[in-house]
């Protein structure tokens, strides 16, 4: 039973160009969570989405960010034009259930942005 | 907003020793709490996680941890760890979303390093 799958695991940009990062949650699971983990911070919360609808973007940049999950295909974390202070870990984890009724994300093994 | 404290950023112990890594939180409400394990290369892992009932929680590998509600605590513990228990471990808080979904809020992460 494949795991959350995350591509590319390594992903190296220039200031100023696109970097998208893909995102295939747990089979049977249609919530889809992005982290975001910067050296020595803990993950912080960016993004949550059910199939084609964003329902919490609280812990999102307001501008270059955005994020889809559309009904066919994967979660897409897509950041443009970026910067240096982009180089992050980028960790995408899914959930089966909506609600607190177990309250567990299951994690990607993140993508890890590079921007020179 | 919740939050999540994690005193200790980098733990160094030799095997057979016993350990404690510190975690509290503020949230006003109901919380459920988890520590996760992330070993190197690879995705973070659900050691345990407490929703109600008993505040002591066992988890996999040997590991434990004691909800108290008073101290707003919520401690790791391992009685005797082993080389193999060296990775980065996170305490997280769950806060329901106003749109459902489970929103983890973590720490800033407790490397530990066990020596032979």
């Known amino acids: 039973n494949a795991g959350v799958m995350q591509n590319p695991r390594h992903l190296v940009r220039r200031r100023g160009q696109e970097a998208r990062l893909r995102c295939s949650p747990m089979k049977g699971h249609s919530h889809v969570y992005w982290y975001r983990q910067l050296p020595e911070e803990g993950l912080k919360f960016m993004v949550y989405?059910?199939?084609?609808?964003?329902?919490?973007e609280s812990g999102m940049p307001k501008e270059r960010f955005s994020a889809e999950f559309p009904k066919e295909g994967p979660s897409i974390l897509r950041i443009q034009q970026v910067v240096r202070g982009d180089s992050a870990a980028y960790f995408c984890?899914?959930?089966?259930?909506?609600?607190?009724?177990?309250?567990?994300?299951?994690f990607g093994e993140g993508s890890r942005l590079t921007v020179l | 907003a919740q939050s999540v404290s994690q005193h200790n950023h980098h733990v160094i112990l030799s095997e057979a020793a016993s350990l404690e890594l510190g975690c509290n939180y503020s949230y006003g409400g109901t919380v459920n709490l988890f520590w996760y394990v992330q070993y190197p290369g690879q995705h973070l892992q659900l050691l345990l996680k407490?929703?109600?009932?008993?505040?002591l929680v066992k988890g996999i590998k040997g590991f434990e941890a004691e909800f108290i509600k008073s101290k707003f605590s919520f401690n790791l513990r391992k009685p005797s760890v082993q080389w193999s228990d060296t990775a980065e471990y996170f305490c997280a808080v769950n806060a329901p979303l106003t749109g459902g979904g489970n929103k983890l809020t973590f720490g800033t992460g407790t490397q530990l390093k066990v020596e032979l």
């Open positions: 984890a899914s959930s089966q259930t909506q609600g607190t009724s177990t309250g567990e994300l299951f």
């Open positions: 407490y929703f109600s009932g008993d505040p």
């Open positions: 989405l059910q199939k084609e609808n964003i329902i919490d």
